[in-house]
């Protein structure tokens, strides 16, 4: 392994380590009850373990999408770092997605307003990440979307979120809901 491999090798394992410690640090600030879980109702189980199993079919079809585009000697303008994670951006999404519009995403002990706060930093962050990237022109790399790109997808991703919880509570709070 090349010195040069070894060094991106342990700057993404540091990346995805100070994501997990931030994730569980927002979690405690974000729960009314400052823990770590967020708690559901069993309606909200049966309907998350639905958004799971949608989310795990989104990412086995996109990677099966990926796989037929290999086989055909088609390249997705993604760097391989991009390109796997591209995969869970789409089960994420899907599950996200499903949660949200089947009423299933709050916990009952989620501080909704800390949590949107949370989703607006996160994404501020990342896109600066993405941005500072593209001015230093490393977001794109030989044509392809670089491993910075992760950071752009993860942008997007909370962005998708906050706009599809926005959508979500204009529906609860028009007229046809009641």
Same mark, same amino acid.
């Given at each position: 392994? @090349? ?8 700057? /993404? ?12 640090? !927002?979690?405690? !600030? ?8 967020? &708690?559901?109702? &069993? ?19 996109? *990677? ?9 000697? $088609? ?10 994670? @591209?995969? /869970? ?8 997605? +499903? ?5 299933? +995403? ?10 949107? $706060? *949370? ?16 001015? @230093? ?36 709070? @028009?007229?046809?809901?009641?």
């Amino acid at each position: 392994m @090349s010195a040069y491999n070894f060094g991106k090798m342990t700057g /993404i394992l540091t990346g995805v380590v100070i994501g997990l410690v931030v994730l569980a640090v !927002i979690f405690v !600030i974000c729960n009314k009850n400052r823990k770590l879980k967020t &708690e559901y109702d &069993e309606r909200q189980q049966i309907l998350r373990g639905n958004g799971y199993r949608f989310g795990f079919y989104a990412m086995t079809v996109w *990677a099966g999408i990926q796989i037929l585009l290999a086989a055909m000697d $088609i390249e997705l303008p993604l760097q391989p770092v991009t390109q796997a994670f @591209s995969c /869970i951006f789409v089960g994420v999404l899907a599950d996200v997605l +499903y949660c949200i519009f089947h009423d299933a +995403y709050w916990g009952l002990n989620n501080n909704r307003k800390r949590y949107m $706060i *949370a989703f607006l930093i996160i994404a501020a962050l990342n896109f600066a990440i993405a941005f500072g990237a593209y001015k @230093s022109g490393n977001l794109i790399v030989d044509g392809k979307l670089g491993a910075v790109g992760t950071n752009l997808l993860c942008a997007i991703l909370f962005l998708l979120t906050g706009v599809a919880l926005i959508i979500q509570q204009i529906r609860e709070k @028009s007229p046809e809901k009641e």
